[in-house]
């Protein structure tokens, strides 16, 4: 028998009619393979020319905003609260706060994400020399700082004439001191008109902890943290406002009237991005909630949803919708497929939609279903530019609630929102977040599209994301795309290729044939 030339295996490729594997839309044609999961398909590996960790994983949520990781966290009141959201747009995505809690409360969490983390800080907290310790004490219990300018009268735009810090007041018993007989008066301050770059340069030549901005008449018109440039060291990829270098932040509210009133506190709390959270999104009221939050507040950037058809995504981009969540009834604590017989498998939902919500640019979010990094893989091929992840999350240090032992495992308590456990928590005059987001809150017998369960302690949100980050880099090194926007080029032009898998494949894809085994995914 004779072989062809080794040399010529490349060329020889051409004499056949179609590349290995199939196209997505061969994937996912729907008279072949009905509805997918993520589990039911691989894609298949192509050339390496590149190291992982050049993978830009850089991708749109809005049609305004960027993140620099592909990476958020659920509206869920055993998800994201503060620490959560601080932790996620520090680490390169962004954290969505719930809304099961009262506007103030919300609101309050949506603050502390912003000043989290400054550029420069426009609007500093400022006390006057009749101040007394007493009031930084009180001040530092309730912010967390106590490095505080002071001025004639103790307001911004004032003359500058000392700070006080941490070392001012730290041995110091006598809570009744003026500010003007332990305040710090040889400063070290820079003029209106200093870039963030050259603020931050004498911050580190100084050795202060707070670099005051000053006009031409001494007057305080922001001030610039030495906390922030260390955060800035320790965190590049960090999720920030183009122009006030704070942290995103995004919120989830409800299509109601007293909603309205909850998403008005949120954006002068400086809201960034806001959910309308409901399990079926193409209704009149989130239409009408959509076209009343681009007209009364234009600059914030709306995501709507959940989706899971064409017909559905269109009427909320034609109402203004700047993103799109897509999933109903695939969270691991989710019963709406089996209770109320209506959704569509993940992955399916996910290229339907992405596909023709990206003739108009907007950004598609997979919410639901994701287990692991290769389910984030896969979203992001199918068309969505990010994921979201509750029960992925859940059980981090940084998510709400309290760690428990139950068999010898340290858990945590993780809740759909759609069981009767979240629908009984205390509710607003139009309802809470749970009744809300399933249109029951006037409903005498609540029906659970949601169970309570729980989950093992994972550590960490700030190890476990840069674990996912990394994953995901790897993933896309092994398909052979150096950033996401080629992959997904890649998909739509045919190159990249995907594979079905039986029952049989997925059991050999993963562990198998072992009398005991121990799953460490990082250190």
């Given amino acids: 028998m004779s072989y062809l030339d080794p040399a010529q295996a490349v060329a020889t490729l051409e004499s056949y009619k179609r590349r290995d594997g199939l196209s997505v839309d061969e994937l996912l044609d729907p008279q072949l393979s009905g ?21 830009s994983l850089a991708t749109k949520i809005t049609k305004k905003i960027t993140l620099r990781s592909p990476l958020m966290s659920s509206p869920m009141d055993t998800v994201t ?57 009180e001040l530092k219990a309730k912010s967390g ?8 009268n103790g307001k911004l735009n004032s003359k500058l004439v000392g700070i006080v810090t941490a070392r001012d007041i730290q041995f110091h018993t006598d809570d009744s001191s003026l500010l003007k007989d332990i305040m710090t008066t040889e400063l070290v301050t820079a003029k209106t008109g200093v870039t963030l770059n050259e603020a931050n340069e004498i911050l580190k030549t100084s050795k202060k902890g707070k670099l005051p901005i000053v006009d031409e008449n001494g007057s305080l018109v922001a001030l610039l943290a030495r906390s922030d440039l260390l955060k800035n060291q320790s965190y590049p990829l960090a999720s920030k406002a183009p122009h006030s ?11 109601r009237p007293d909603d309205k009133e909850r998403l008005a506190l949120l954006v002068e709390a400086g809201l960034d991005v806001v959910v309308l959270d409901s399990s079926q999104g ?30 559905q995504a269109a009427n909320l981009i034609a109402a203004g919708a700047d993103g799109l969540r897509i999933g109903m009834g695939s969270g691991s604590i989710c019963i709406t497929q089996e209770v109320m017989a209506c959704g569509r498998p993940q992955a399916t939902a996910v290229r339907r ?38 029960g992925l999350l859940a059980g981090t240090t940084e998510a709400p609630g309290e760690y428990f032992y139950h068999e010898g495992q340290r858990l945590k308590r993780y809740r759909g929102m759609g069981s009767i ?29 949601g169970v309570v369960g729980n989950v093992v302690d994972k550590g960490s949100v700030r190890k476990f994301v840069p674990y996912l980050i990394t994953g995901l880099q790897h993933s896309l090194q092994d398909i052979g795309c150096r950033s996401i926007a080629e992959f997904r080029e890649r998909v739509d032009g045919g190159i990249v290729r995907f594979e079905k898998r039986t029952a049989s494949a997925q059991l050999e894809g993963g562990v198998h044939g072992l009398h ?6 990082f250190q």
């Fill in 245 to 255: 270098k704070q942290l995103l932040v995004g919120a989830a509210v409800g299509t």
């Fill in 81 to 137: 609260e503060t620490e959560m959201a601080i932790s996620m747009a520090l680490l390169g995505g962004i954290g969505i706060i719930h809304h099961n809690c009262s506007p103030e409360e919300q609101a309050d969490m949506v603050r502390k994400v912003k000043k989290f983390e400054n550029g420069f800080i426009t609007d500093p907290v400022v006390l006057s020399p009749t101040h007394t310790v007493a009031d930084v004490k």
């Fill in 353 to 390: 939609v992405s596909e023709f919500a990206a003739r108009f640019g907007v950004p598609t979010i997979a919410d639901g279903g994701i287990g692991n990094v290769g389910h984030i893989v896969k979203a992001i091929a199918l068309g969505a530019s990010a994921v979201m992840m509750g």
């Fill in 35 to 55: 509805g997918l999961t993520y589990n039911d398909f691989l894609i298949l590996p192509g050339y390496i020319d590149f190291p992982a960790h050049e993978a």
């Fill in 421 to 449: 456990d979240a629908m009984s928590n205390k509710a607003g005059k139009d309802g809470n977040a749970a009744t809300k987001r399933y249109f029951s809150e006037g409903d005498t017998v609540k029906v659970a599209q």
């Fill in 282 to 311: 193409n209704s009149m009221y989130q239409i009408e909630m959509i076209k009343w939050v681009k007209k009364t507040f234009p600059n914030l950037e709306v995501i709507a949803g959940n989706v899971v058809t064409r017909e």
């Fill in 516 to 521: 005991s085994f121990e799953k460490k995914l």
């Fill in 145 to 152: 700082f106590c490095g505080i300018p002071i001025t004639e």
